[in-house]
Nanobody
Framework: QVQLVESGGGLVQAGGSLRLSCAAS????????MGWYRQAPGKQRELVAA???????NYADSVKGRFAISRANAKNTVYLQMNSLKPEDTAVYYC???????????????WGQGTQVTVSS
């Protein structure tokens, strides 16, 4: 079994910062990429930031220059440092990992349970 557990969400004022963490655990053979998505009420889930195993990053235009994704490979953990937060960043943030579990070796996407980020104006 593979689990992704997120932490670090909360309530912050506009202009503030938060750091999200996501730890992948279980029978993992390898991780191709990890990333963060978010979903605001009434909107579709969207990519926020992603990081591949070879270090390539991808950011949504709306967060470039404000958010930074990083990973502690040894811990199978990915972080999202969010600075200069805006009310429009309010959403449930979900961790995603594309990985191969030891049970199947098939590249599969896994999701965390989500963590709420609320930015007040």
């Amino acid at each position: 079994q593979v689990q992704l557990v997120e932490s670090g969400g909360g309530l912050v004022q506009a202009g503030g910062s938060l750091r999200l963490s996501c730890a992948a655990s279980g029978s993992i053979f390898s991780i191709n990429a990890m990333g963060w998505y978010r979903q605001a009420p009434g909107k579709q889930r969207e990519l926020v930031a992603a990081l591949t195993s070879d270090g390539r990053t991808n950011y949504a235009d709306s967060v470039k220059g404000r958010f930074a994704i990083s990973r502690a490979n040894a811990k199978n953990t990915v972080y999202l440092q969010m600075n200069s937060l805006k009310p429009e960043d309010t959403a449930v943030y979900y961790c995603n990992a594309d990985l191969r579990a030891t049970a199947t070796f098939k590249l599969t996407g896994f999701w965390g349970q989500g963590t709420q980020v609320t930015v007040s104006s």
